[in-house]
């Protein structure tokens, strides 16, 4: 009886245990008001926009605040191969467009044909500001997924 006990006491104790050290996953999204907080960066936003002959648009805007010296925005599409994302050919180095800014947000626009038809494409834009308020921020927004 008392070997009994004992093995439902430590099978209790292991229970409580594993239900302590189980990581749990917290959702935070924008929408509900929730967001990350970063010192150089006030917000910055990606569209992308495709043709039915196949000219993608990509417009990506960043948005400063009293913090921001300047940075760099670098945008580039990705086309859908099976559950993996990967960067197209556009031409530039590293198949990435970079524009500078200063302290003052800014707008770029940059145009492509796509290389295939039957594809899922997206575009990236990664928001690298430095500031006065510490290291540098670096912030990637993802399009809405276009099929062309």
Known sequence: MMKKTI??????????????????????????GISPYFTN?????INFSVSTSGYAEVKATVYTNSYTTGGTIYTYIQ?????TWSTINNGQ????????FGSSGRTV??????????????AVAVFYVRGTG???DSVVKYSVTRTF
Not at 10 to 21: E, P
Not at 93 to 100: K, M
């Open 41 to 45: 960066f006030y917000n910055g936003t």
């Open 134 to 136: 510490g290291v540098a």
């Open 109 to 122: 626009t940059h145009y492509m044909y796509l290389p295939s038809k039957g594809i899922s494409y997206r």
């Open 79 to 83: 086309r859908k191969d099976g559950n």
């Open 93 to 100: 180095e590293n198949n990435q467009w970079a524009d500078t």
């Open 7 to 32: 093995s439902l006491f430590l099978a209790a104790v292991i229970m409580s245990c594993a239900f302590l050290t189980v990581p749990m996953t917290v959702y935070a999204e924008d929408d509900i």
